[in-house]
């Protein structure tokens, strides 16, 4: 009886040890890579928006940066915390997709201060970190986003991200905060 209970155990150890080989493993880490390829991504895709306007007119410009928000933030999670660089009360912040999509490309009757950030003919984005701090499958940014516009205009803002990564392994940004960054009297 003890032989038999010995192979049956080896055979269990065996059968286990391959299940476990064969599993599938989900490691939702985030990398620095990923959060500095996701930023970069952010800058590309407002450079994109500003061009799509300038080329073929609101309506491009419009869907491009629907596509966008819905590709880089986490707004089919619930409300993300947005608060773009020139906002003011009472619409500060913009935690639905379309606070978001108002801020970006404006035209939106909901947000009358609105004109479009994207709009502005921006052709280069540069992210400058102070710090990343990366918890498992989130990660915290903050420091210096330098946008140049067409002209060579460089605009210099305070930015903090946050990103999560979803179950398909792609960062969705969950908080955006940006202000211009403080200047004393």
């Known amino acids: 009886m003890k032989l038999r209970s010995a192979a049956l155990a080896s055979a269990l150890i065996v059968a286990l040890g391959t299940a476990a080989a064969q599993a599938p493993v989900v490691n939702k880490a985030i990398t620095e890579t990923e959060v500095l390829a996701a930023q970069r991504a952010w800058g590309d895709a407002l450079v994109a928006i500003s061009t799509a306007h300038e080329r073929q007119g609101a309506v491009a410009a419009r869907r491009l940066a629907g596509e966008v928000i819905d590709g880089a933030y986490g707004y089919q999670f619930g409300p993300v915390l947005f608060k773009p660089t020139l906002t003011e009360a009472p619409q500060t912040f913009r935690t639905t997709r379309a606070g978001a999509l108002a801020y970006f490309v404006g035209g939106d009757p909901s947000f009358p201060k609105d004109t479009g950030f994207a709009l502005k003919g921006w052709r280069k984005v540069d992210v400058n970190n102070a710090a990343i701090f990366i918890a498992g499958d989130v990660a915290t940014s903050m420091g210096n986003v330098s946008i140049t516009d067409k002209d060579g ?23 955006h905060h940006s202000s211009l960054p403080y200047r004393a009297n």
């Open 153 to 175: 205009k460089v605009t210099t803002v305070d930015k903090t991200w946050k990103f999560l990564k979803d179950d398909s392994g792609k960062l969705r940004i969950v908080v």
